[in-house]
Structure formats: C-alpha cells, structure tokens
C-alpha cells in the first residue's frame, strides 16, 4: 500500500486465501492436529496400562481423530467455496459463500469446545473479519466478466450464441483445470484434486455436446479458448506473485535502512516486464492485453550514454618508487 498510487488504492483487497486458513490453523487446527497426533501415539504405547486406562485412551484418540477429520473436512469446505463457480457451474451467489464461511468457521470453534480448546476471540475476530472482502473479491470479479462479455457481445467479438456456450460451459471448464494445475500437493489434498477433476470431467462433457450442436468452426473455437483462457486465469486466490516483490522489498527494507527510489522503480520495472509464469507471459502482457519487447533488449538498444570505467591509478609505478 505504501508503494501504491493513489488512483490505485480504491480497488477491492482480496485476502489471501493461504492466509485465511493459515489464521484458521491457528484459532483451532494446529491445536487440535496436536492433541490429535499425542492421543496416537498415547495409544501406539499402552504397555503396562490397566484395561480400563487402555480403553480410556483408545477412546480418546478414537475422539481426537474424529474431530481431526470433521476439522479437516470444514477446511477443504472453505477451499471448494471460494471460487467464481458453484458446484452446478453457475456463477457463485455471495450470500451463499458468506453463509458457507461463516458456517465453517463456527464450525471449528465448536470443535476446538468440543475437546476442551480454548478460544481466542481476537483471532476468532480477525478471522470472520476477512470473510466480507473474499465475498467482495468473488463479487468483483463475477461483476468484471459479466461485463466483459456483455461489452464482447455488443461489439460483435462474440455472438449471442457463444456467449451461451462461453459463460456456461467453457469459461467454468477452463477455470477448474486452471485450478487443477495450481493445486500441486495431491498428497495433502487427494480429495480436493478429485472435486476439481470431477467439475472438470463434468464440464467438459457438456462442453464439447454444445459446441458440436453449434458447429462452430475450429479457428473460431481457438479463439474462444484464448479468450476464456485469459478470463479464467484473472481470478487469483493467492497473491503470492505479489508477495514475491514485496518480500524482498521489505528484505532490503530491513538490510539497508530503506530504498532509493530509483532502485524502487527499477525494481518495479523488472517484476512487471520480466518476470514470466509458466505460459511466458508477464503482469504487463495480462494486464493490457499486447506484447512489450524483451527487457534486457529493449534496454541494450535504448540505454546509452553509460560513463566510462574509472582509470586505475599506475600501482607499479607506485611499487617501483618505494622500492628505490
């Protein structure tokens, strides 16, 4: 915020969704997962224990699991609800992601009682207090395609038809395997990546039965998937190609006591004209949709006037004369 423009600061801030669980973890999930994870390995050693204490702790963990899981469940919850589509590919209802959040939050707290965790009230607050700008941020963007294919359809870029076909079926296709590809950790999250790959499967199909019903033409078919392609990626749920910069920035904040503004700039430069994700594009190219010129070609062209090196100073000369 400290480096932004002013005619920039009036834009909605969407919080990250790493960070919404992250406080999540800590208002309940990491002291649960803790207790759960003792009362394993109470159980895994129960020599020298009565029957009746052996049956206490198995009942215990038997508890701490189930609450894990339930815990577990209402994260990958939030996680499937934050997003522009819902489980029928129609644009998401806000009232709806709000009341789901707010659900799932409420949720946990009831769990960490459940078990005896005590709750803090300024992280339960914090928490609860980032779910109005995620609705906000799906809203916006909901709002922002909407009104760009209106616009696409008024200019004759897309007919009346397509846009049937690219707002139900394409641009939700599009998306969950956007969203596919970026959930790596299939370990961690198996039952995610199978949600994704199951409204992925299920769009597609319906995908490709309109687009055969209205015969559209294969060149005209790669343009639509550009397009969707581009709209599919503009919606962000982590900001952590922001926070790459920012990182730093604040590294070299703390190292050097502050930033000259040149470097400032100069380092703006690079993140918004040379850095690339894994398609070659950079922050410019998606964000006025063209094509700039290499960086480091533009700037061997058009860069001049470099000062010359600095002569070095005769050190034989100066040798010889102490020698004498």
């Known amino acids: 915020m400290k480096l932004g423009q002013a005619a920039y600061l009036a834009v909605a801030s969407m919080p990250d969704l790493f960070h919404f669980q992250q406080d999540m973890g800590k208002l309940?999930?990491?002291?649960?997962?803790k207790r759960c994870q003792q009362a394993q390995q109470a159980k895994s050693n129960l020599t020298g224990k009565s029957q009746q204490?052996?049956?206490?702790?198995?009942?215990?963990?038997?508890?701490?699991?189930?609450?894990?899981?339930?815990?577990?469940?209402?994260?990958r919850t939030i996680n499937q609800t934050i997003h522009p589509f819902d489980k029928s590919n129609k644009w998401s209802s806000e009232q709806q992601v709000n009341k789901t959040l707010v659900q799932s939050v409420m949720q946990v707290s009831k769990l960490a009682e459940q078990i005896d965790i005590s709750i803090d009230l300024s992280k339960a607050n914090k928490l609860l207090q980032q779910i109005p700008d995620i609705v906000i941020g799906i809203g916006n963007w909901i709002a922002t395609s909407q009104q760009t294919i209106k616009e696409?359809?008024?200019?004759?870029?897309i007919s009346e038809i397509e846009r049937d076909w690219f707002t139900n079926y394409l641009l939700p296709l599009l998306y969950w395997q956007a969203q596919l590809k970026r959930t790596k950790?299939?370990?961690?999250?198996?039952?995610?990546?199978?949600?994704?790959?199951?409204?992925?499967?299920?769009?597609?199909?319906?995908?490709?039965?309109?687009?055969?019903e209205l015969n559209i033409p294969i060149e005209r078919q790669e343009v639509l998937f550009e397009m969707a392609y581009q709209m599919a990626n503009s919606f962000q749920r982590s900001s952590s190609q922001v926070e790459g910069r920012n990182g730093y920035l604040a590294f070299i904040y703390h190292s050097q006591k502050g930033i000259p503004e040149q470097k400032r700039k100069a380092l703006t430069v690079i993140h918004n004209f040379d850095t690339k994700r894994e398609d070659g594009s950079t922050p410019?190219?998606?964000?006025?949709?063209?094509?700039?010129?290499?960086?480091?070609e533009f700037l061997c062209s058009n860069v001049t006037g470099f000062k010359e090196p600095r002569?070095?100073?005769?050190?034989?000369?100066?040798?010889s004369l102490l020698q004498r």
């Open 185 to 212: 950790n299939g370990r961690s999250n198996p039952e995610l990546i199978e949600c994704y790959e199951q409204r992925m499967q299920q769009t597609q199909q319906g995908t490709i039965e309109q687009m055969n």
């Open 53 to 75: 204490e052996r049956q206490k702790i198995e009942a215990t963990a038997k508890e701490l699991s189930s609450v894990y899981k339930q815990y577990r469940a209402h994260s």
């Open 311 to 319: 002569k070095r100073k005769n050190k034989k000369l100066k040798i």
């Open 28 to 33: 309940a999930g990491l002291q649960i997962g």
């Open 284 to 296: 410019a190219q998606r964000l006025f949709k063209r094509e700039f010129p290499d960086l480091f």
């Open 152 to 157: 696409w359809v008024s200019q004759q870029i």
